[in-house]
Every structure is written in structure tokens, then in C-alpha cells.
């Protein structure tokens, strides 16, 4: 009983530690990764490039929810919506943007990419990879890595953007401002910090 104790805790240890050895292992070669440009920019044109009619989508309808939403509690408390501009900046700069976009990579992109790796591994082509001593991290997973990294990051400034157009010509015309109005107003309380967090933000979603 104490011997499949003892297993069944190594195995389950095992699975625990496994992402982080991988994660490790990974972190190290990339120092003497050779940059293989073909097969980075071919994961950046498929995470990044393919997304961004989804990301797109997906922005332009979360920003004219949280500048309906917030015009509408503003003025339900408050009697008036001058500062929604700002709020909502502040809110998708932080926020929103950087795990909305995370999220619509992660469902679309790490599936593609898990099921790439699954076939992968059925077709034996990974094992091939080990007679030729040629390493799989190195080979396979470093060129995506890289390649989800900077779709990650593009992705988000894409992303940003979308909120600032959309926000500026729909969230303005409803709200009865101005678009050179409501834009100057856009970014009366976040900073270069709030932009720099959002950046970190992308670059850890990215690596993991």
C-alpha cells in the first residue's frame, strides 16, 4: 500500500513538475537558438496575421460595451458621463485589452499548435527528430514560442487600437461628443506605466 502510496505521489509530482523542466530547458536553448526566420514568421503570420479579423471583431464589441456600460451608470449615479472616456482607457489599457486578446490566442493559436505537436508526436516525426540528435525544443518549439511571443504582443497594440477607433467614431456619436472631444479625453488618466503593465502583461502571456 506504502509502495503505490509512493507512486501514485511521484506520478502525480511528475506531472506537476514536467511544464516547468520543459519551461526551463526551453528558456536555456533559446540562448543558442539559431534564429530559423522562416519557420518564426510562418508562426507569426498564423498566431498574429490569421487573428486579427477575430481580435478585430471581438475589440470593437467589448469597446462599445464598456462605453455604453459606463455612460450608462455614470449617468444613472452620477448625471452625467464626462469622464467615460478616460475610465474606459484606463480599464482596457490595464486590463481588458491584454487578457481579451490572450484569451482569443490562446483558443485559437495553443490549439492549433497542440494538435500540430499531437500529430507530430502519432507520426513519430518527433522521435525522428532524436535519431538525427537533432532537439525537439530546439527544432519545434522555440521557432512557435518566439513566433506566439510577438503575435501576443502585436496582437495587443492591434487590439488598442481597435478600442481607440471604434471608441472615438461610434462611443463618441453616441454619447453626443465630438470625435476630437472625446479622443482628448481618452487618455486623461492613464500614463506611459498603464501601457507599460500592458506590454508585460502581453510578453508573460506570451512566453507561457
Known amino acids: 500500500m506504502i509502495q503505490k502510496l509512493g507512486r501514485s505521489v511521484l506520478g502525480k509530482s511528475n506531472e506537476w513538475f514536467d511544464p516547468f523542466v520543459l519551461f526551463g530547458r526551453s528558456f536555456f536553448l533559446l540562448f543558442k537558438f ?8 510562418r508562426q507569426i503570420f498564423e498566431s498574429a ?32 458621463d464626462a469622464l467615460v472616456p478616460g475610465f474606459s482607457m484606463v480599464l482596457m ?18 490549439a492549433s499548435i497542440a494538435a500540430e505537436l499531437g500529430v507530430m508526436k502519432i507520426t513519430d516525426q518527433l522521435e525522428q527528430l532524436k535519431l538525427l540528435a537533432v532537439s525537439e525544443i530546439d527544432f519545434v518549439l522555440i521557432p512557435r ?4 511571443l510577438a ?58
Not at 489599457?93 to 495553443?110: H, I, N
Not at 481618452?186 to 508573460?204: E, P, Q, R
Open 145 to 148: 514560442w518566439i513566433g506566439c
Open 151 to 208: 503575435a501576443t504582443l502585436t496582437s495587443t497594440l492591434i487590439a488598442l487600437a481597435t478600442f481607440v477607433v471604434v471608441s472615438c467614431g461610434i462611443g463618441a456619436q453616441w454619447m453626443g461628443y465630438q470625435t476630437r472631444e472625446f479622443f482628448n479625453v481618452l487618455f486623461i488618466f492613464s500614463s506611459a506605466h498603464d501601457l507599460i503593465g500592458s506590454v508585460f502583461k502581453c510578453v508573460v502571456v506570451g512566453k507561457v
Open 34 to 41: 539559431r534564429m530559423r526566420w522562416n519557420e518564426v514568421l
Open 93 to 110: 489599457m490595464r486590463e481588458v485589452v491584454p487578457v481579451v486578446t490572450a484569451m482569443l490566442l490562446a483558443s485559437r493559436v495553443g
Open 49 to 80: 496575421v490569421l487573428s486579427i479579423p477575430i481580435i478585430l471583431f471581438a475589440m470593437a464589441v467589448v469597446s462599445l460595451m464598456s462605453i455604453f456600460e459606463f455612460s450608462w451608470h455614470m449617468k444613472l449615479v452620477l448625471r452625467q
